[in-house]
Nanobody, 118 residues
Framework: QVQLVESGGGLVQTGGSLRLSCAGF????????MGWFRQAAGKEREFVAA????????YYVDSAKGRFTISRDNAKNTVYLQMNSLKPEDTAVYYC???????????WGQGTQVTVSS
């Protein structure tokens, strides 16, 4: 059974940092795009960042550029999201996903809460 397990969320003050991790089990994801999404209360899930499996190229939403860094360790089947200079508007449940299909993310984690206090 394929499973993605996120960790690293928590409560942090404005300007602080957190590092999220997402470990995959049951299947190797080294060839696939892995990404992070977030969903704030009352809002739809939005894309945050993704990293290609083929060449390690990273993609970010504009609000994350310069503050967040996505990386992966294929040997550990894990993707990370380093979040610096956090703002209250970054508060959300963060989900990792893996895109095996061409047009959608097929696997999702259970989510980890990130709360940034002002």
């Amino acid at each position: 059974q394929v499973q993605l397990v996120e960790s690293g969320g928590g409560l942090v003050q404005t300007g602080g940092s957190l590092r999220l991790s997402c470990a995959g089990f049951g299947r190797t994801f080294s060839s696939y795009m892995m990404g992070w999404f977030r969903q704030a209360a009352g809002k739809e899930r939005e894309f945050v960042a993704a990293i290609s499996g083929s060449d390690g190229r990273a993609y970010y939403v504009d609000s994350a550029k310069g503050r967040f860094t996505i990386s992966r360790d294929n040997a550990k089947n894990t993707v990370y999201l380093q979040m610096n200079s956090l703002k209250p508007e970054d508060t959300a449940v963060y989900y990792c996903g893996v895109r095996v299909s061409l047009d959608k993310y097929d696997y999702w984690g259970q989510g980890t809460q990130v709360t940034v206090s002002s």
